[in-house]
Nanobody, 124 residues
Framework: QVQLVESGGGLVQAGGSLRLSCAAS????????KGWFRQAPGKEREFVAA????????TYADSVKGRFTISRDNVKDTVSLQMNSLKPEDTAVYFC?????????????????WGQGTQVTVSS
């Protein structure tokens, strides 16, 4: 059974940092792009960041560019999201996902596997 499990969420003050991690089990995803999405209450799920299979190409939403960094470890089959200079508007449930493609994409429809989500709350 394929599972993606996120960790690292929590409560942080504005300006602080958090690091999210996502580990896969059940199969390996080293040849597929991975991404992070988030969903705030009452809003649609939105793209945050993605990384291609090699780890050399990354894509970010404009709202997090320069503050968030996505990375991956293909040996451990993990993907991480370093979040710095957090803002209250970053508050959401964050989901990791594995794409059907090797190149990173921003559409959630390109992602086949999803984690259960981890809550990030940024207080002002």
């Amino acid at each position: 059974q394929v599972q993606l499990v996120e960790s690292g969420g929590g409560l942080v003050q504005a300006g602080g940092s958090l690091r999210l991690s996502c580990a896969a089990s059940g199969r390996t995803f080293s040849r597929y792009a991975k991404g992070w999405f988030r969903q705030a209450p009452g809003k649609e799920r939105e793209f945050v960041a993605a990384i291609d299979w090699s780890g050399f190409s990354t894509t970010y939403a404009d709202s997090v560019k320069g503050r968030f960094t996505i990375s991956r470890d293909n040996v451990k089959d993990t993907v991480s999201l370093q979040m710095n200079s957090l803002k209250p508007e970053d508050t959401a449930v964050y989901f990791c996902a594995v794409s059907q493609r090797s190149q990173s994409t921003t559409s959630p429809y390109d992602y086949s596997y999803w984690g259960q989500g981890t809550q990030v709350t940024v207080s002002s």
